[in-house]
């Protein structure tokens, strides 16, 4: 089950030329084991990314695999992400 929700992310992981990349993104939905964003960086399908929840601070929440990518090939990509592992508790429980 999904839930409509803005959630604000840090991203970190490597794009497709293969170089490392930081940036802030959107969740614009979410579910227990992933989340819907939408980022600037083109992300090759089952990259894994370092997730930070950036609420005052950026926590770090774990890794998730790029299942699902638009093939949009100018930005915003959208890119669905299903957790791997989670170490710090996400935005729903």
């Not at 293969?18 to 993104?25: L, R």
């Not at 084991?33 to 992300?43: H, K």
């Amino acid at each position: 089950m999904r839930v409509r929700l803005r959630v604000s992310l840090k991203l970190k992981g490597t794009d497709v030329q293969g170089n490392q990349f930081e940036e802030s993104a959107f969740a614009e939905n979410v579910s227990l084991s992933g989340f819907l964003c939408a980022c600037a960086t083109q992300i090759q399908l089952h990259s894994i990314l370092e997730v930070y929840v950036s609420a005052g601070r950026d926590e770090y929440v774990g890794e998730a695999e790029v299942v699902h990518a638009d093939g949009n090939p100018a930005p915003p990509h959208r890119y669905g992400c299903r957790f791997r592992e989670k170490v710090e508790p996400w935005v729903l429980q």
